[in-house]
Nanobody, 125 residues
Framework: QVQLVESGGGLVQAGGSLRLSCAASGRTFSSYVMGWFRQAPGKEREFVAAIRWNGGSTLYSDSVKGRFTISRDNAKNMGYLQMNSLKPEDTAVYYC??????????????????WGQGTQVTVSS
């Protein structure tokens, strides 16, 4: 089992920045993928970004490309999502997720095995 705990959410004005963190514990896999998803009220869960734990390959959704950066610290078992130039439409609950194999379809939420509880990000205009 893998446990994921997100932190770093909050309220920020448009144009501001936040950094989300995801602490992973329990069994971790050298070949796994960490992803970030978000869900706004009344909307489906949406892919944001993902990173391969070993090697650092990344994938971003078009809506955040150039504004968000995903990273990881292997030694600390931590994942991060740096969010810059935030917009009101970025408001959502952000979830960290992990899959035990990098060969999944990274942008599909049902491909992930483990999920955190979510952290709220609110961007005011």
């Amino acid at each position: 089992q893998v446990q994921l705990v997100e932190s770093g959410g909050g309220l920020v004005q448009a144009g501001g920045s936040l950094r989300l963190s995801c602490a992973a514990s329990g069994r971790t896999f050298s070949s796994y993928v960490m992803g970030w998803f978000r869900q706004a009220p009344g909307k489906e869960r949406e892919f944001v970004a993902a990173i391969r734990w070993n090697g650092g390959s990344t994938l971003y959704s078009d809506s955040v490309k150039g504004r968000f950066t995903i990273s990881r610290d292997n030694a600390k078992n931590m994942g991060y999502l740096q969010m810059n130039s935030l917009k009101p439409e970025d408001t959502a609950v952000y979830y960290c997720a992990a899959a035990s194999w990098y060969g999944i379809r990274w942008s599909i939420n049902t491909e992930y095995d483990y999920w955190g509880q979510g952290t709220q990000v609110t961007v005011s205009s």
